[in-house]
């Protein structure tokens, strides 16, 4: 059953991120029912050119439950310093889930060869796409 849309406002909201396996997590995740869900995404790369051929070359489509989760950029490219990268974030509110079992899915795929300081992503690298998926269970 998807989310319903209606948010309450006096219930902390809980960010879950939309890639797991890929961050080196659980596939799956528990959330406390009753709270809206919040699923968040993002990139980081050593410089802020980098984040920009990053922003000029990547498609992500994430959705949860199968529907497409329209992401909201959040902010600039703030530096992390602890981390030493320029970082660029998504969010995508998708409401309060019904208890249960919740799938959400990542794709990335790039139209063009980008570095991140690390690694290459894209046409001809090792990197060519990066898939997850990832089950919310709200109990």
Avoid at 27 to 41: C, D, K, N, S
Avoid at 83 to 101: D, N, S
Wanted: with cysteine; hydrophobic share 40%.
């Amino acid at each position: 059953m998807p989310a319903s849309p209606s948010v309450p406002a006096d219930l902390a909201p809980v960010y879950v991120p939309a890639m797991c396996t890929l961050m080196g997590n659980d596939p799956r995740m528990e959330v406390a029912a009753g709270h809206p869900l919040i699923l968040m995404w993002g990139w980081s790369a050593a410089t802020e050119q980098q984040i920009r051929d990053y922003l000029d070359a990547a498609i992500v489509r994430v959705t949860f439950d199968g529907r497409e989760a329209a992401g909201k950029r959040q902010g600039g490219t703030p530096y992390d310093q602890n981390a030493e990268v320029y970082r660029v974030l998504w969010t995508a509110e998708v409401g309060v889930p019904a208890r249960g079992i919740h799938v959400v899915t990542y794709l990335q795929i790039f139209s063009a060869k980008i570095f991140d300081g690390a690694e290459y992503f894209g046409p001809g690298t090792k990197n060519e796409k990066q898939e997850d998926r990832c089950e919310i269970e709200v109990a």
